[in-house]
T-cell receptor
Framework: GAVVSQHPSRVICKSGTSVKIECRSL??????MFWYRQFPKQSLMLMAT?????????EQGVEKDKFLINHASLTLSTLTVTSAHPEDSSFYIC??????????????FGEGSWLTVV | AQKITQTQPGMFVQEKEAVTLDCTYD???????LFWYKQPSSGEMIFLIY??????QNATEGRYSLNFQKARKSANLVISASQLGDSAMYFC?????????????FGGGTRVLVKP
């Protein structure tokens, strides 16, 4: 089946630094990717919709200058957490839609990335 | 108002028995899709089953079946013959609109623990 790969799976960074997380569709093209954040024992919350070749659409309350999203190709979206703080520590997970199908359930998730800011 | 509600934060089930996980949703869009995902402690989201709003029959995938009650706006997941490996968090999610590119809204999740 379709595969979405996320990297890194775990990352620890110092407070004030920036960290980049990659979301890559391995065997399909994805014009749209989604970034979610999940705090411990909570549900997934959509942060933004990443659109290939255009600006991302952010959900209400998500700082676009802090969470930079770049979707420069049909197979790669990146999320950069800028000037990270301990409260940004969370599980970040992406999903992607296969652009060539119109079936309602062709949404695939990456493995997720655990970010710890110390 | 919550768009997706899972009222059971956690539940125990005996191995080999069936378990039903509740999910109710709220949307005014006539075209929508309902998903169930399993999330083990590793964090990955494992797709289990999908039901489209226009699907006439309830979806089934192996030991998973979806009890779709459209008038009640419920989409309960039934896991038959529970296995120890079924212990995980389970999330119900909804996609509003016809295009698969639309975002998913998730419920709060239900933690299932299968007892031997």
């Amino acid at each position: 089946g379709a595969v979405v790969s996320q990297h890194p799976s775990r990352v620890i960074c110092k407070s004030g630094t920036s960290v980049k997380i990659e979301c890559r569709s391995l065997d399909f093209q994805a014009t749209t990717m989604f970034w979610y954040r999940q705090f411990p024992k909570q549900s997934l919350m959509l942060m933004a919709t990443s659109n290939e070749g255009s600006k991302a659409t952010y959900e209400q309350g998500v700082e676009k200058d802090k969470f930079l999203i770049n979707h420069a190709s049909l197979t790669l979206s990146t999320l950069t957490v800028t000037s990270a703080h301990p409260e940004d520590s969370s599980f970040y997970i992406c999903s992607a839609r296969d652009s060539k199908t119109h079936s309602g359930n062709t949404i695939y998730f990456g493995e997720g990335s655990w970010l710890t800011v110390v | 108002a919550q768009k997706i509600t899972q009222t059971q934060p956690g539940m125990f089930v005996q191995e080999k028995e069936a378990v039903t996980l509740d999910c109710t949703y709220d949307t005014s869009d006539p075209s929508y899709g309902l998903f169930w995902y399993k999330q083990p402690s590793s964090g990955e989201m494992i797709f289990l089953i999908y039901q489209g709003s226009y699907d006439q029959q309830n979806a089934t995938e192996g030991r998973y079946s979806l009890n779709f009650q459209k008038a009640r706006k419920s989409a309960n997941l039934v896991i038959s013959a529970s296995q120890l490996g079924d212990s995980a968090m389970y999330f119900c999610a909804m996609r509003e609109g016809w295009a698969a590119g639309n975002k998913l809204t998730f419920g709060g999740g239900t933690r299932v623990l299968v007892k031997p």
